[in-house]
């Protein structure tokens, strides 16, 4: 039996993770803070695309390596450095920030958290609960340059699993949890 982070919701729930419907402009009191929390190949590129470009921050929108939290357990100081700035730049200036990185570790997310706060920004988490299999294998199949080690993505699937209970309790307004490409509410 495949691995996913929480139970199976009921069929009629499902939705496309590429149809996730942001909310509408005005919709919000202000802008979002959206963050994509999964591992590697999880499908966090494919969920982002349900935002206007201009809206999502990823990796290759800031200074440092394709994979920021290239080592399991650990991350990359200066890189969610440009990203935290980043994200506290669009929320300044008003602007919904969709963030495409995978956001395992709960120290990153409490930073990004504490920027929404500042800004009046509610804090959205969508959660890729895609089988670890699948995550592999998407992995497997990228470019060299932005392929990770096996154990690197499971130790990301791990901590996105064991992530999930305390989600409320970190300050998320709205968790969604998308498995293999479907959006569960």
Known sequence: MPETVLPEVRPAARHRAGAFVPLPDGAAPGPLLVLLIGPAGSGKSTAAAAWPEADVVTSGAVPGPAAWWPSPGTSCPRELHCLVTEVEGR???????????????????????????????????LVMGTPLGLCLERNAARPRHR???????????????????????????RIEILHGGFAHG
Not at 108 to 123: F, H, I, K, S
């Open 91 to 125: 929320l300044a200036r008003g602007r919904t920030c969709v963030v495409d990185a995978a956001l395992t570790e709960g120290a990153d997310r409490a930073r990004l958290l504490t920027v929404a706060e500042r800004y009046g920004a509610p804090p959205v988490a």
């Open 147 to 173: 392929r990770l080690p096996g154990d690197t993505v499971r130790a990301q699937y791990a901590r996105t699993r064991d992530a999930v209970p305390g989600l409320r309790a970190e300050g998320f307004a």
